[in-house]
């Protein structure tokens, strides 16, 4: 993830310059939930990050459950078979 990626990203989720920003009323959650989303993506960019993060992603969300995608992902799957008491 580049900075200028991130930016493009930004650029569409704050899209208040558009003739129907005007129009449309945010919940108060999803106007945090943007924050949150805009600084990851300012974070990301200036690691220059290069993981799948839509991989990742579906592999912590519970409504997905996407077998694990990376080393850690993996050892987290392991410890969880060896400790199914724990959540």
């Given at each position: 993830?580049?900075?200028?990626?991130?930016?493009?990203?930004?650029?569409?989720?704050?899209?208040?310059?558009?003739?129907?920003?005007?129009?449309?009323?945010?919940?108060?959650?999803?106007?945090?939930m943007?924050q949150?989303?805009l600084?990851?993506?300012?974070?990301?960019?200036?690691?220059?990050?290069?993981?799948?993060?839509?991989?990742?992603?579906?592999?912590?969300?519970?409504?997905?459950?996407?077998?694990?995608?990376?080393?850690?992902?993996?050892?987290?799957?392991?410890?969880?078979?060896?400790?199914?008491?724990?959540?």
């Open positions: 993830m580049s900075t200028e990626y991130a930016a493009s990203v930004v650029g569409r989720l704050l899209a208040v310059r558009s003739p129907l920003a005007v129009y449309v009323r945010l919940p108060r959650s999803y106007v945090i943007q949150i989303n600084g990851l993506y300012a974070l990301l960019g200036e690691l220059f990050a290069t993981a799948d993060w839509h991989r990742i992603s579906e592999e912590i969300w519970p409504f997905v459950q996407a077998p694990p995608s990376t080393p850690i992902g993996m050892a987290e799957a392991a410890w969880r078979v060896e400790h199914p008491s724990i959540e």
